[in-house]
């Protein structure tokens, strides 16, 4: 019998949106190439720093605003995906990571270059890379499945009958708004939350996995490896800050769940590979030899 | 000794056959009054006039194994395409206690409203109202 600890656990959050797409247009007075910074027309809170979006023209025109080094393929194009630093005046920033984008130093930015006429634009939050949620001190994740009484005239006892899951919790961490260095060179901060209370416009969802044991780092495959976690979808509820003097800065954010609810594992496999009946798969040249995998104990 | 019921007790059938899944139900019985009050009176004074009774049921709306539908019958004598006749009455027996038969009261009725919906999270019900034609078959309260 095992105590687990804490310790084991983890959050993982990935950024969503519940918006499908946002249409603006980017004029040439909007993009300032000396300071590698443009804008389009949006509502404060719709992006937020460290957000990969893709910029997509809707006339089929090239993005002649990003320059040729900021494209994968070296080459404009009329759609592409990046990862985005919001400064306090709605100015974009483009950038190839996602903790540059949190940096938000000028001389890690895309190049840009002038334009000469307008650019109609859809821009959609992607947010495809789930993050470790960095400085994490506590979670909790309800599972509340609903019974409906369906006890009639005459019966002794009551029935019940199950009807709809649903799901709800919270976390805590102690506040940080940039990311955890020392702990996850690419975590996500836990000032997210804080930003993700707040969005009006794209909503406060967002994608999550709650680890109830990770993996150990020995090397060693055995079943300290296997992992088990919740997998959700989730929106932000509620979102709070306390001060005090004598106590570190925490944040809490309550949630609930919408959409499935999944407990899911990785367990680590058999080191051989057997069949179906619980025999080896033999090697034709030597019946004694069996067919191994690589990392064997 | 005193003896209390509960919807433990409680039945309600159509016919002779005991509807399974039914959370409820209610009787109304009404007596119409003749006032016969006359100049001179210092009271009112009445006579009987008609009786009537009403009631209403609610049914889970549930299919059971041998996939016959016990809401089913009470609901097609109004939720029906062609229109209701006099013949579309129903003998409803509301029973309060026990398999006994020494509670019940037998009413031939029609049934008057059906309402029935689905909603998320709930259980599909149907609430039925019916009325009363005729004097009561049976009436041991």
């Given at each position: 019998m095992s105590v687990y600890l804490g310790s084991y656990g983890l959050v993982e959050l990935r950024r969503s949106s519940e918006l499908a797409e946002k249409l603006s247009v980017i004029n040439p007075g909007d993009v300032n190439t000396s300071r590698r910074r443009f804008s389009f027309d949006f509502d404060s809170g719709f992006l937020n720093s460290g957000d990969q979006i893709e910029i997509r023209s809707t006339n089929g025109a090239n993005l002649a605003f990003v320059d040729a080094s900021g494209w994968v393929v070296n080459a404009v194009q009329n759609a592409g995906h990046w990862y985005i630093n919001v400064d306090e005046l709605g100015g974009i920033r483009l950038y190839n990571t996602f903790d540059k984008a949190i940096?938000?130093?000028?001389s890690q930015a895309i190049v840009l270059t002038s334009?000469?006429?307008d650019i109609p634009i859809a821009v959609r939050i992607t947010n495809l890379v789930p993050r470790i949620l960095t400085q994490c001190s506590y979670f909790e994740l309800n599972t509340t499945r609903e019974a409906v009484d369906i006890t009639a005239l005459g019966d002794q006892f009551r029935s019940q009958y199950s009807s709809l899951i649903s799901?709800?919790?919270?976390?805590?961490?102690f506040w940080e708004y940039l990311p955890s260095y020392a702990k996850q060179s690419?975590?996500?901060s836990p000032?997210?939350?804080?930003?993700?209370a707040v969005r009006t416009e794209v909503g406060s969802k967002f994608s999550a996995k709650f680890y109830l044991k990770v993996g150990s780092e020995s090397g060693t495959k055995t079943t300290y490896d296997d992992e088990l976690w919740y997998e959700i979808d989730g929106i932000i509820t509620q979102a709070g800050v306390n001060f005090s003097p004598e106590n570190a800065v925490e944040i809490s954010a309550d949630f609930v769940t919408t959409g499935p609810i999944r407990l899911l594992a990785k367990t680590t496999p058999s080191d051989r590979l057997l069949l179906q009946d619980d025999g080896e798969i033999l090697l034709e040249q030597n019946a004694a030899a069996a067919l191994l995998q690589e990392d064997i104990v | 000794m005193a003896q209390i019921f509960t919807g433990r007790d409680g039945r309600l059938l159509l016919g002779s056959d005991t509807l399974v899944k039914v959370t409820n139900w209610s009787l109304q019985a009404d007596l119409e009054t003749l006032e016969t009050t006359t100049l001179g009176d210092a009271q009112r004074s009445y006579v009987p006039g008609v009786q009537s009774f009403s009631g209403s049921a609610s049914l889970l709306y549930y299919i059971d194994t041998d996939n016959t539908n016990d809401a089913s019958t009470l609901l097609r004598k109004l939720v029906k395409t062609s229109g209701v006749s006099s013949t579309d009455t129903v003998s409803l027996t509301l029973r309060l206690a026990g398999d006994t038969g020494n509670n019940?009261?037998?009413?031939?009725?029609y049934i008057t409203s059906v309402s029935i919906g689905a909603s998320v999270g709930e259980l599909v019900t149907a609430q039925i109202n019916f009325q009363g034609t005729g004097a009561l078959t049976t009436a041991t309260l």
């Amino acid at each position: 019998m095992s105590v687990y600890l804490g310790s084991y656990g983890l959050v993982e959050l990935r950024r969503s949106s519940e918006l499908a797409e946002k249409l603006s247009v980017i004029n040439p007075g909007d993009v300032n190439t000396s300071r590698r910074r443009f804008s389009f027309d949006f509502d404060s809170g719709f992006l937020n720093s460290g957000d990969q979006i893709e910029i997509r023209s809707t006339n089929g025109a090239n993005l002649a605003f990003v320059d040729a080094s900021g494209w994968v393929v070296n080459a404009v194009q009329n759609a592409g995906h990046w990862y985005i630093n919001v400064d306090e005046l709605g100015g974009i920033r483009l950038y190839n990571t996602f903790d540059k984008a949190i940096e938000g130093l000028q001389s890690q930015a895309i190049v840009l270059t002038s334009i000469a006429s307008d650019i109609p634009i859809a821009v959609r939050i992607t947010n495809l890379v789930p993050r470790i949620l960095t400085q994490c001190s506590y979670f909790e994740l309800n599972t509340t499945r609903e019974a409906v009484d369906i006890t009639a005239l005459g019966d002794q006892f009551r029935s019940q009958y199950s009807s709809l899951i649903s799901g709800s919790g919270n976390f805590r961490a102690f506040w940080e708004y940039l990311p955890s260095y020392a702990k996850q060179s690419a975590g996500e901060s836990p000032h997210y939350l804080l930003q993700l209370a707040v969005r009006t416009e794209v909503g406060s969802k967002f994608s999550a996995k709650f680890y109830l044991k990770v993996g150990s780092e020995s090397g060693t495959k055995t079943t300290y490896d296997d992992e088990l976690w919740y997998e959700i979808d989730g929106i932000i509820t509620q979102a709070g800050v306390n001060f005090s003097p004598e106590n570190a800065v925490e944040i809490s954010a309550d949630f609930v769940t919408t959409g499935p609810i999944r407990l899911l594992a990785k367990t680590t496999p058999s080191d051989r590979l057997l069949l179906q009946d619980d025999g080896e798969i033999l090697l034709e040249q030597n019946a004694a030899a069996a067919l191994l995998q690589e990392d064997i104990v | 000794m005193a003896q209390i019921f509960t919807g433990r007790d409680g039945r309600l059938l159509l016919g002779s056959d005991t509807l399974v899944k039914v959370t409820n139900w209610s009787l109304q019985a009404d007596l119409e009054t003749l006032e016969t009050t006359t100049l001179g009176d210092a009271q009112r004074s009445y006579v009987p006039g008609v009786q009537s009774f009403s009631g209403s049921a609610s049914l889970l709306y549930y299919i059971d194994t041998d996939n016959t539908n016990d809401a089913s019958t009470l609901l097609r004598k109004l939720v029906k395409t062609s229109g209701v006749s006099s013949t579309d009455t129903v003998s409803l027996t509301l029973r309060l206690a026990g398999d006994t038969g020494n509670n019940d009261v037998t009413i031939t009725a029609y049934i008057t409203s059906v309402s029935i919906g689905a909603s998320v999270g709930e259980l599909v019900t149907a609430q039925i109202n019916f009325q009363g034609t005729g004097a009561l078959t049976t009436a041991t309260l």
